[in-house]
Nanobody, 120 residues
Framework: QVQLVESGGGLVQAGGSLRLSCATS????????MGWYRQSPGKQRESVAV???????NYADSAKGRFTISRDNAKYRVYLQMNSLQPEDTAVYYC??????????????WGPGTQVTVSS
């Protein structure tokens, strides 16, 4: 079993910043892609940023230039630095990780989400 737990969400004014963190626990052998996704009311969950184990990144157009994803491979953690936040960034942000357990079974896990609210 793998569990992900996000932290760092909250209420911020437009133009402000937040740093999200995601901690991983479980019998993990390796983690490949880690990413951040978000979902706002009435909308589908969308990818915000993804980072590979080698450090390659991919951002949604809405995140480019404002958000930065990073990871600590030794601690199985992933982060999302969000700057210049706008009201349209308001959503529940989810962490996702894919990899292998010590049993050699693959896993694809989601965290429960953290609320980010940006006021105008």
């Amino acid at each position: 079993q793998v569990q992900l737990v996000e932290s760092g969400g909250g209420l911020v004014q437009a133009g402000g910043s937040l740093r999200l963190s995601c901690a991983t626990s479980g019998v993990v052998a390796e983690i490949n892609d880690m990413g951040w996704y978000r979902q706002s009311p009435g909308k589908q969950r969308e990818s915000v940023a993804v980072i590979t184990s080698g450090g390659s990144t991919n951002y949604a157009d809405s995140a480019k230039g404002r958000f930065t994803i990073s990871r600590d491979n030794a601690k199985y953690r992933v982060y999302l630095q969000m700057n210049s936040l706008q009201p349209e960034d308001t959503a529940v942000y989810y962490c996702k990780a894919e990899g292998l357990l010590l049993s050699s079974h693959s896993f694809n896990a989601w965290g429960p989400g953290t609320q980010v609210t940006v006021s105008s």
